[in-house]
Structures are given as structure tokens and as C-alpha cells.
């Protein structure tokens, strides 16, 4: 599977971005797909995550409530919408396809296909 990540861009605080995340190769459709970012200086953290059908969906406290994350498998794709940025969302964000179809995983090393990164900065 490959994974690529779009979207990125610089926004002012309280704006909205929406990343994109197509996936190519192998069929994505039956694992749980996720977002992480990681900002300069510190380790990568989980964002979202969603199950194989979009049935449910999980979020890290820090963006619950701003973020959606989504899919269309007939596409292979994943999204992920951001609203009310803030500077402290600023970071590269990866998609990421996790080994499990229905168990979202907040850790990393759960995940064994990643993107390249796509630039997210938040100006305050």
C-alpha cells in the first residue's frame, strides 16, 4: 500500500483545512486508517482514527470536537477536515493503515503503512 497525504497549508487560527490521504496499491478498504502529526521538536502523536467501514471513529482529547476524520474505500481515500485551527495543531500530518480492521490504536507502532507528511502551519 502506498499512502499519500495532500492538503497541508498555512492558515490563520480559527480557520479550516481538509487533508486528503489516497491510497494506491493494495486494497486499504479492510483496516482502520489514521492520522497522526508531529510538531517540530516533538514526538509524533495520534490524531484520529477510523475503522475499516467508518462505522466508528476516534479522536485524540486535544482535537475532539474540531476534527473529522472520514473515508470513502470506493475511492481509497481518507480525510481528515480541521476546523477552529489553532498554533498548537501546527505539525506535518501522516495517514497512516493500522494491522486491525475494528480496534483503533492510538500508538504508532500499531500502524505498518505510512504517507509522506503534508505541512500543516497555524499562524496565531
Known amino acids: 500500500v502506498q499512502l499519500q497525504a495532500s492538503g497541508g497549508g498555512l492558515v490563520q487560527a480559527g480557520g479550516s483545512l481538509r487533508l486528503s490521504c489516497a491510497a494506491s496499491g493494495r486494497t486499504f478498504s479492510p483496516y482502520v486508517m489514521g492520522w497522526f502529526r508531529q510538531a517540530p521538536g516533538k514526538e509524533r502523536e495520534f490524531v484520529a482514527g477510523?475503522?475499516?467501514?467508518?462505522?466508528?471513529?476516534y479522536y485524540a482529547d486535544s482535537v475532539k470536537g474540531r476534527f473529522t476524520i472520514s473515508r470513502d474505500n470506493a475511492k481509497n481515500m481518507v480525510y481528515l477536515q480541521m476546523n477552529s485551527l489553532k498554533a498548537e495543531d501546527t505539525g506535518d500530518y501522516y495517514c497512516?493503515?493500522?494491522?486491525?480492521?475494528?480496534?483503533?490504536?492510538?500508538?504508532?507502532?500499531?500502524?505498518?503503512?505510512w504517507g509522506q507528511g503534508t505541512q500543516v502551519t497555524v499562524s496565531s
Open positions: 477510523i475503522t475499516w467501514n467508518g462505522g466508528s471513529t
Open positions: 497512516a493503515r493500522d494491522l486491525s480492521a475494528r480496534i483503533i490504536s492510538s500508538r504508532a507502532s500499531s500502524y505498518d503503512y
